[in-house]
């Protein structure tokens, strides 16, 4: 069973600071891997994605994948409170499988 | 009309009852996939066609039939189901797999099962 591993949380953090959200796969097989947010009632909307080892930076997000240890992160710097949401990981192994975490929820204190 | 629309956006039935819930891509993908989403579970994957031919069919209950007439329009017919069918029901598109496609989705159709 292919699985993709996430904190529940909520991970809480002032405003302003770093939020770091983590998430491990199985699948040695993945080949694309996605970071979605998910506001209460709304649907996932991509916020990163990555494909090969090492850091991507977008704005004030950036991903991290090492495929050694199977292990994906997303950094948020300056954190707000609109970033207080559900971050969903998700892993593509092939044939159309995106498998996705349980979902971290981040709560940024103002 | 842009990106992937779904109707309606909250339905409440009963267990004998039949409803549809329909999606329309504006894209021009040529993938589409239902995922049910559960309280505190993952998405999971219920349905995909790729090119209106079904690709996936994840071991889902009879009760839910999909419906895909052409690579811009998806359906799922509902009938005779369970409280525990209750959800959201998301709908999404894709270019077809190549590794780098992403995911984008409808705003979802919330499924009271009464």
């Known amino acids: 069973q292919k699985e993709v591993e996430q904190n529940s949380g909520p991970l809480s953090v002032p405003e302003g600071a770093i939020a770091s959200l983590n998430c491990t796969y199985s699948?040695?097989?993945?080949?694309?891997f996605f970071w979605y947010r998910q506001y209460s009632g709304k649907s996932p909307e991509l916020i990163m994605s990555i494909y090969s080892n090492g850091d991507k930076e977008d704005g004030r997000f950036t991903a991290q994948l090492n495929k050694a240890s199977q292990y994906v992160s997303l950094l948020i710097r300056d954190s707000q409170p609109s970033d207080s949401a559900t971050y969903l990981c998700a892993v593509y192994s092939g044939t159309y499988k995106y498998i996705f975490g349980t979902g971290t929820r981040l709560k940024v204190l103002a | 009309e842009t990106g992937v629309t779904q109707t309606p956006r909250h339905l409440v039935m009963g267990m004998t009852n039949k409803k549809s819930l329909k999606c329309e891509q504006h894209?021009?993908?040529?993938?589409m996939y239902w995922y049910k989403q559960s309280a505190k579970k993952p998405l999971e994957l219920m349905f995909v066609y790729s090119l209106e031919e079904r690709v996936e069919n994840n071991s889902v209950p009879s009760r839910f039939s999909p419906e895909c007439p052409n690579s811009s329009h998806l359906f799922l017919h509902l009938h005779t189901l369970q409280p525990e069918d209750s959800a959201l029901y998301l709908c999404?598109?894709?270019?077809?797999?190549?590794?780098?496609?992403?995911?984008?989705f409808g705003a979802g159709s919330r499924l009271t099962v009464l």
């Open positions: 699948d040695r097989g993945s080949q694309s």
């Open positions: 999404a598109s894709s270019h077809p797999p190549g590794g780098a496609n992403v995911l984008t």
């Open positions: 894209l021009g993908h040529n993938a």
